[in-house]
């Protein structure tokens, strides 16, 4: 192992020892409080970009499956890659033991090319990120010119070529039975696909950018997914997902930064939160029935519910900090939530959310045969 050195923008700097290639990197450093399913977090889609702090100490315990095959939808994996630029570990653990692995965590980012620390005091690491928000930082091999290795740091571009980066290259359909849900990606976990056909639904996954209009015409559904970045930096999908919420007949069903969006397309603002929610112990409320559920987040944004306009209403809140978990429009069938319905990592009391939409989705393609 090499000394590795995380350095944030305030000048904090920490020292641990290299997991995998030793590769300077930059990017948002933001941290998650579960305590298992780092394989399911690390292929998040929403992560990518970012520097993920584990802040349960024992990491990389139960190894890492095999790789899936090209364009499967292969459990436990959230996508085809590592999305995050870095990781950042309290213990990592080498000797794994879990009937499924193949592969150690090292052996993992090894072969995806993502650098990784072990070593580092993550209590500390997550009480800065708490108290002063998330910031930027760098990992970068200790001894060496670290301004020039902090120039030169391999990162991605989180106000435009984020969003081209993890939409899928081309329209996919899943499911041979069913009503059809189109998928519009801006970064989609593939649980949320998964989700819909073990349902008995045909899914249309369509990169954000493509014309969702057209699409929409054949679908009886539409799902906006989780994705990473701001929302702000998405105005044509804005527009476009305005004009579905006119135009398109059917239900429309939002999740994560689909909700952002959905809220942005509705008339709300949306805000950047101090350090994000990203754990799977996150408590909701659902406001029409008083109803508690412990839900998987994964955000960095939220909408502010005071700018809802008529006709729109605040449906979930976070009973943590009080800030908006979902909307629901009052006159049409459009709704979203913040959290991750699909799970996978954390509880999967939500669910049935799911259902209901394509309850939803049945009802309107039954009115229209």
């Known amino acids: 192992m090499q000394a590795i050195k995380l350095i944030l923008a305030d000048g904090t700097t920490m020292t641990g020892q290299s997991v995998g290639p030793v590769e300077a990197v930059t990017g948002e450093v933001v941290f998650n409080t579960a305590m298992a399913g780092y394989v399911e977090t690390l292929t998040d889609p929403s992560y990518h970009g970012q520097i993920l702090v584990c802040t349960y100490p024992l990491i990389g315990n139960y190894g890492v499956p095999a790789p899936r095959p090209d364009d499967s939808l292969e459990l436990p994996y959230e996508s085809g890659r590592i999305q995050v630029m870095g990781l950042v570990m309290q213990n990592y653990v080498e000797e794994h033991s ?21 070593g580092i005091d993550t209590r500390s690491l997550t009480r800065r990120l708490r108290e002063h928000g998330t ?16 120039e030169r740091a391999r990162a991605v571009d989180m106000r435009g070529d984020v969003f081209q980066r993890v939409k899928p290259a081309q329209v996919e359909r899943h499911g041979d039975a069913g009503p059809t849900i189109l998928l519009v990606d801006v970064g989609a976990k593939d649980n949320i696909v998964r989700s819909l056909v073990k349902r008995g639904s045909r899914v249309l996954r369509a990169p954000w950018d493509a014309d969702l209009a057209a699409l929409a015409a054949d679908c009886d559904g539409v799902m906006v ?23 398109f007949r059917g239900p429309i069903f939002g999740i994560c930064l689909g909700n952002q969006l959905l809220g942005l397309a509705a008339g709300a603002s949306t805000y950047k939160l101090p350090y994000g929610h990203r754990g799977i112990n996150q ?26 306009p008529a006709g729109w209403e605040t449906w979930f809140i976070n009973l943590n900090d009080g800030t908006n978990e979902g909307i629901r429009a009052t006159d049409r069938p459009v709704f979203s939530v913040q959290f991750h319905p699909e799970a996978h990592p954390g509880c999967r009391d939500t669910g049935y959310l799911f259902d209901e939409f394509l309850d939803l989705v049945r009802q309107g393609a039954g009115a229209r045969t």
């Open 98 to 118: 879990h009937h499924a692995a193949t592969r150690s965590l090292a052996d993992w980012l090894h072969a995806e090319g993502v650098p990784g620390v072990t």
């Open 135 to 150: 910031i930027t930082g760098w990992l970068v091999p200790a001894g060496a010119d670290e301004a020039r290795l902090r």
């Open 225 to 247: 997914s989780n994705g990473p970045g701001d929302p702000q930096d998405l105005p044509e999908l804005v527009t476009a997902l305005r004009a579905l919420i006119d135009e």
């Open 283 to 308: 408590p909701v409320r659902d406001l029409r029935s008083g109803r508690c559920f412990i839900t998987s987040q994964n955000h960095g944004y939220a909408i502010d519910g005071d700018t809802l």
